[in-house]
Structure formats: structure tokens, C-alpha cells
């Protein structure tokens, strides 16, 4: 594959991933630390590129609707926004959950709660990871540590949203989608052909051809005993996710005593923290999750019979903690370090935080 | 005598329903005019050959399985949503027939905002709004739309201005509208009605595939349920009450207000 070298933000990375990746429609509306992301696609012009559909809607709820119907018809369809526009984005969000609706959607996260801050944050854990509209369902949550991970989980998005039929989310922060950083971008994924839709998305309402009968996309069951077995359905294919698609990166673990859980800015920080560590003869490592959902539960859970002591890192006030707490099963202690409200803690008082909370606690 | 069998010989067929209508018993009130508005949908769809282009957006309320009753690809959205899914199928998929099918309460309460964008947009799609002034699925509650003095379950002593606000003529509001290219306002309550109806509809299914922009009809209608009123008896206070208010007729056509 021919690897071209760019200078790029994480939000830009975003955008170009989407057109490399054979992206059909981009629906968005304005919100900072994101709006790079259609500003990016507006400039470029896709539409004479790959024929990419790009619309700024009306609002939040608008564009995660107008990603239903696209995702309805069986095109790869994505939207971005930030932390109070994802909020109004729950509603579509369930309803393309419980349709099983395949798509994209980049949280590109602010310090909250309300109109917040906008500074970078990873205080949208829980909405991310936990639901976040209601009813029981998952999203699939990445969360990219670097402006190419930004780029490749793009192309990863596609695949997983349509082999679960199920909403993808790529959960950032601003920092990652503000920062400028070399990246390879590859070649393009042509779009689908209508063809290869009526192959790859069978189910989906893009006009009946005489041979079928009417395809119906719904999340509506009247019938509580056929809505049970709906949700089962769903579940099952949630405990599939977490058998094959569970994603993270080991820094320096093999002989760790102590090791950092973070994702993200906070991996990045953290990374740092492990050198300043080591370099006092502190044996410090970092487990980062991948895919917070599902999430490096068995991982950790092993790791808890190795280590003294695990700290979650995070830019919130303490969310992520919970899970791994849950993986850690008392084994080993395991505490909570975080800056929030937009505030991004230094690596210097991350291990001061490891110091204080696990090894001399 | 004539016999039943004689009467179903194929050479004595004076009307048939279109295939665009699936054989599902529909679950709309006696007297309720959906199922005649579903069934001039229907009607064009077939006599247009577009069953295999057309996409049905369902709404929430009474009208919230139109997909089961109309054979065509459906996607049933999000309560007032339907025209921010139109808006994107049709975009990407530009040569297909993308209707939603909303009532009242769905397009212009809570989804005041994805109508009148779509439509500000022009987006090539077509719009078919039944307004009976009320809220029949949930319960016969106040919509947009009802009444000055009309009861319902959530105005007990009838809507009033200072309490409930006035009565919302979208229809109008949407004529302003640069984007609409066809706007009209029909019934289905006397068979006349129904025909203009559907001539209207058919316009509208037209206007689309000369990719014109928006084409919204307005179809007034009882809801003898929620008024609690016989049929007869509510086609009559409709024309009576909510024909002054609304009335029928076009509003916009080839994108040139009516002149009244």
C-alpha cells in the first residue's frame, strides 16, 4: 500500500480518514474542539472526490438522525460533534442501537457537566461506555491515543459496524483533536457499489427490487415476549464483542509492580509518567485500552495477580476506575488519579499520584 | 340472483387494492381516514411503477406502522425525525422516492425543527402531514394544532390561547419557504376529496422525479376516536370547525404562492 506522509490535526486526520475510507455520507453540525472535522470535508469537497454526501444539518439531533436513515439504507454514514452535542445525540443513538444500525460517531470530548468548558476531557466514560440513551444496549467505543489512530480507527469503524451491525463510536478528547502530529495516510477504499450494499447490507431499506419482500428498519416491537428475544439477540452479540474484539497495548508490563490503566491523552501522559518511573527505579508499566467497549477485563484481571497496584489516569473524576476495579476483583489495589473540567494532569504528578495512592499508601 | 362467484369473475372487477398495500389487517380506527390516505399513496406509487424506488419514512404516532401496511423498503424513525432521515437517503440514494408519512404532532411539535429545515433546504423528497388536530395514539392529548376551545385530554376545558398558545399553521409557515415547491392542503372525507387528493399526491410524486424540491400536502382529517364523535358526525364537525381554520386547497404550486 503506498504510504503518503502528512502534517495534520486529529479532527483533519478524521476527516481525510473518512473520505480515504469509502465514507457515503458525513452529517454534522458545529461544536468546538470538533468542528475541523466538516470544515475539513466542506474544503475538500468529497462529493467530487468519491462522491462522499457532506451536509451541516440543523443540529445535533438532526444529523444523528439523518446518519439513521443513511445507515437505514445501508450506507456507511458517520457524524462527529463533542461532548453537549453528543447529549442530544442519545435519542438517535438508542434508536439506532435497538435497529441495529451500523455507523460512525467521533465524540471528540469537552469538560462538562452543561455547556462545561471547552478544554479536553474524558469525562464522557460512562456515556460512552454504559449506554448512554436508554434502554440496554452497547456501543462499540475506540479510543484513539494519537491523530493516526484517529485516521485508522476510521477504516477499523467500518468493518466492526457492519460485521455487528451496530453503532461504532470513537471516543477522543480535544487535546488528540487539536494536536498536530505526522501521520500516513494510504490508499482509498472505493465506496460501495450499490451491488456490494444489496451484498454486504441485505437488510437494508434501499428500495425493494420485486425479488423480496419490503425490508422494515425499526426498533419498535409492540410484542414484550418477541422484544425480550430482540434484546437477548442483543446482548448476545455484545458478550460476541468481548470474545473477539477486545483491543489494548502493553507498555513495559512484563515485569511491572505497579502499572497505569489509561486511554487516550491520558496514555499518552502516562507513558511519560512510566519513563520518569523507571528512570527512579520505579518498576512501572501501562496497560491502555483500545476498545473501551468491550474492555481488557480478562487482561487486567491477570495483571491484578502480578501487581502490587494499579492507578487509573483519567481526565475525569473517576469513571473508567469502576471497570477496572470490576477486572481487578480486590487482587490488588487499584485507585483513581484525575484532572477535570478541562485541566490535563503533568506526568510528574501522575507518578506523584502512584507514589502517594498505591506504592506508600 | 347473482352469485358470489359470479360477482369475482375477473372480467366483472371494477376496483382492486394496489399490490403497494400489504395484506395486513390495519390496525386504524373505523372512520379514521389513514387507511384512505395510505391507500392513495399506494395508488400513485403503483400506477408510477416507482415500488421499487420509493422509501417510506414512518413516524411516531397513530401512522407508527406504516411500514407494515405499505409495501415498500420503511424506516420508522424517531418521534418527528422523519425528514432529517429523508433528507439523507435521498441525498444518497438522489433517483429514488423518499416520503415520510407524519402526523400532526410528530412534524409540527416536536419535530418543528427537522421539517422546517428540510424543507428550507428544498430537499427532494415528498411530505405527507395528516392533521387532526389532536394527539390520537397516545390518547387524544393537545397537539400544535387543535383548536382554539377544543377539548382533549390534556385541555379538559378546551385549548386555551393563554394557557395552550394558538393553534400552528405549519402548512403556511412552509409556503414562505424558498426551498417548497408544492404546498396544498386536501382532505379524504367525501370521495370527491379523495380524488383531488390524490391528484395532489401524484404532483407531488412527480415533482420529485423532476427532482423539483419539496412537495408537502396537508391532508386534514377526523379523528372520531379523540373527538369522541361518530364518523359522520366528525366529518361534519370537521368541516364545520376545522376547514375554516384550515382551509382546503392548493397553498403553493411550481414553486409560486396561490393568490387567494
Known amino acids: ?361 | 340472483m347473482i352469485f358470489n362467484q359470479e360477482i369475482i369473475k375477473p372480467e366483472n372487477l371494477v376496483y382492486t387494492k394496489t399490490k403497494v398495500l400489504t395484506d395486513n389487517v390495519m390496525h386504524y380506527c373505523p372512520g379514521c381516514g389513514h387507511g384512505r390516505i395510505h391507500r392513495i399513496v399506494a395508488e400513485v406509487i403503483e400506477e408510477m411503477g416507482i415500488q421499487d424506488k420509493a422509501i417510506c419514512i414512518a413516524p411516531v404516532g397513530c401512522s407508527v406502522l406504516a411500514y407494515n401496511y405499505f409495501n415498500v423498503d420503511s424506516l420508522g424513525a424517531a418521534h418527528g425525525r422523519a425528514p432529517a432521515l429523508a433528507t439523507a437517503i435521498q441525498r444518497l440514494y438522489p433517483d429514488n422516492h423518499v416520503f415520510t408519512y407524519q402526523g400532526d404532532g410528530d412534524l409540527a411539535a416536536i419535530g418543528t425543527a427537522e421539517t422546517m429545515h428540510a424543507c428550507n433546504r428544498g430537499e427532494n423528497i415528498v411530505i405527507i402531514f395528516v392533521n387532526n388536530g389532536i394527539y390520537g395514539m397516545t390518547g387524544g392529548q393537545m397537539a400544535p394544532t387543535t383548536l382554539i376551545g377544543m377539548k382533549t385530554a390534556t385541555s379538559p376545558y378546551g385549548r386555551d390561547i393563554h394557557l395552550h398558545g394558538y393553534p400552528l399553521r405549519i402548512t403556511e409557515l412552509l409556503a414562505d419557504l424558498p426551498g417548497t415547491y408544492f404546498i396544498t392542503r386536501q382532505s379524504v372525507h367525501t370521495p370527491a376529496a379523495v380524488r383531488k387528493a390524490k391528484k395532489a399526491v401524484e404532483m407531488a410524486f412527480q415533482n420529485q422525479k423532476n427532482k423539483k424540491g419539496t412537495s408537502f400536502i396537508e391532508i386534514v382529517s377526523n379523528c372520531n376516536s379523540g373527538w369522541k364523535m361518530s364518523a359522520p358526525d366528525a366529518n361534519k364537525w370537521m368541516e364545520e370547525n376545522m376547514f375554516p381554520k384550515y382551509p382546503i386547497g392548493d397553498i403553493k404550486v411550481d414553486g409560486v404562492k396561490v393568490s387567494k
Open chain 1, 1 to 361: 500500500m503506498a504510504k503518503e506522509l502528512k502534517l495534520m490535526k486529529g479532527n483533519e486526520a478524521i476527516a481525510e480518514a473518512a473520505i480515504r475510507s469509502g465514507c457515503d455520507g458525513y452529517f454534522g453540525y458545529p461544536i468546538t474542539p470538533q468542528s475541523e472535522v466538516m470544515e475539513y470535508l466542506m474544503l475538500e469537497k468529497p462529493w467530487e472526490r468519491t462522491g462522499m454526501v457532506v451536509l451541516q444539518a440543523e443540529s445535533e439531533v438532526s444529523s444523528i438522525n439523518m446518519v439513521y436513515g443513511g445507515a437505514g439504507a445501508g450506507k456507511k454514514v458517520m457524524t462527529s460533534s463533542s461532548s453537549p452535542g453528543i447529549s442530544l445525540m442519545q435519542e438517535g443513538l438508542t434508536y439506532l442501537a435497538g435497529a441495529e444500525l451500523p455507523c460512525l460517531v467521533v465524540n471528540v470530548v469537552r469538560g462538562g457537566p452543561g455547556l462545561g468548558t471547552i478544554q479536553p476531557s474524558q469525562a464522557d466514560y460512562f456515556q460512552a461506555t454504559k449506554g448512554g440513551g436508554h434502554g440496554d444496549y452497547q456501543l462499540f467505543v475506540l479510543a484513539p491515543a494519537s491523530v493516526q489512530e484517529m485516521y485508522d480507527f476510521v477504516f477499523d469503524a467500518w468493518d466492526i459496524a457492519f460485521k455487528y451491525r451496530n453503532p461504532v463510536m470513537i471516543l477522543s478528547d480535544g487535546a488528540i483533536g487539536q494536536v498536530m502530529e505526522k501521520l500516513y495516510v494510504g490508499d482509498y477504499v472505493p465506496r460501495w457499489t450499490e451491488e456490494q450494499i444489496h451484498e454486504n447490507a441485505p437488510w437494508a431499506a434501499f428500495g425493494k427490487p420485486a425479488t423480496r419482500d419490503h425490508n422494515i428498519i425499526t426498533s419498535l416491537e409492540l410484542d414484550s415476549a418477541k422484544e425480550e428475544i430482540h434484546n437477548q439477540k442483543l446482548q448476545a452479540k455484545y458478550r460476541e464483542m468481548e470474545r473477539n474484539e477486545v483491543r489494548f497495548e502493553e507498555i513495559n508490563c512484563e515485569d511491572a509492580e505497579y502499572i497505569f490503566v489509561a486511554y487516550g491523552s491520558s496514555a499518552r501522559i502516562a507513558q511519560k509518567a512510566i519513563q520518569l518511573g523507571r528512570e527512579k527505579g520505579i518498576k512501572v508499566g501501562l496497560l491502555r485500552p483500545i476498545t473501551l467497549f468491550p474492555f481488557p477485563t480478562k487482561r487486567l484481571g491477570e495483571l491484578s495477580k502480578q501487581v502490587k497496584g494499579m492507578l487509573s489516569v483519567e481526565m475525569s473524576a473517576g469513571q473508567m476506575v469502576t471497570d477496572v476495579r470490576l477486572a481487578a476483583e480486590n487482587r490488588c489495589k487499584v485507585e483513581h488519579y484525575g484532572r477535570f473540567g478541562g485541566m490535563i494532569p503533568t506526568p510528574h504528578e501522575v507518578l506523584e499520584a502512584m507514589e502517594t495512592k498505591i506504592i506508600n499508601a
